[in-house]
């Protein structure tokens, strides 16, 4: 299975601020790398698809970025509202894995 | 408006057996591949299995595989999955996700509980 390690596991930030979250495969995956935003209680939902499409409806704010490995979630002005986990997934291989998650906490 | 919602949750003993739906809606069911995917508490997202659009092809993660399976009925917009042998290891909320080529979940039911324990 192709493992994705993503960092920091959590992050306290400011509203205002620009946030930047790393996901890293355990091998070549192309762009085929989603993110997903959860939220106490709820259900994950897609943000980016195929490492840096803004999904539709989804806040400019939000972007992706990288291929092949090394992957970057960037948040450009923390919003009081984007205080969730956030998952990185592969989709190259079977089967879908997911990173470990990303907490992220209003400083 | 594009609608999974699933039921069937609930406390079983180990050893025991559950049968979860998931009911779609707002959109052609029988277009796409779709997904279960689960969460123990507190813990992250762990995909469990896939089926095709027409039902002919599944997959399961290692962990399951033997155990759970997948199916649908197109005709009644129901995506199933049947889970025996349960394990304590499987208590988690379990999700259906409607997939987008492969693997990309655009839209996720909102989850529904199963905790198994004697």
């Known amino acids: 299975d192709i493992q994705m390690t993503q960092s920091p596991s959590s992050l306290s930030a400011s509203v205002g601020d620009r946030v930047t979250i790393t996901c890293q495969a355990s091998?070549?995956?192309?762009?085929?790398l989603n993110w997903y935003q959860q939220k106490p209680g709820k259900a994950p939902k897609l943000l980016i698809y195929d490492a840096s499409n803004l999904e539709t409806g989804v806040p400019s704010r939000f972007s992706g970025s990288g291929s092949g490995t090394d992957f970057t979630f960037t948040i450009s002005s923390l919003q009081p509202e984007d205080i969730a986990t956030y998952y990185c997934q592969q989709y190259d291989n079977l089967p879908p894995t997911f990173g470990q998650g990303t907490k992220l906490e209003i400083k | 408006e594009v609608q999974l919602v699933e039921s069937g949750g609930g406390l079983v003993q180990p050893g025991g057996s559950l049968r979860l739906s998931c009911a779609a809606s707002g959109f052609t069911f029988s277009s796409y591949w779709m997904h279960w995917v689960r969460q123990a508490p507190g813990k992250g997202l762990v995909w469990v299995s896939r089926?095709?659009?027409?039902?002919?092809?599944?997959s399961y993660a290692d962990s399951v595989k033997g155990r759970f399976t997948i199916s649908r009925d197109n005709a009644k917009n129901t995506l199933y999955l049947q889970m025996n042998s349960l394990r304590a290891e499987d208590t988690a909320v379990y999700y259906c996700?409607?997939?987008?080529?492969?693997?990309?979940?655009?839209?996720w039911g909102q989850g529904t509980l199963v905790t198994v324990s004697s």
């Open positions: 089926i095709n659009s027409d039902g002919s092809s599944t």
């Open positions: 091998q070549d995956i192309s762009n085929y």
């Open positions: 996700a409607r997939a987008i080529a492969k693997g990309k979940f655009d839209y």
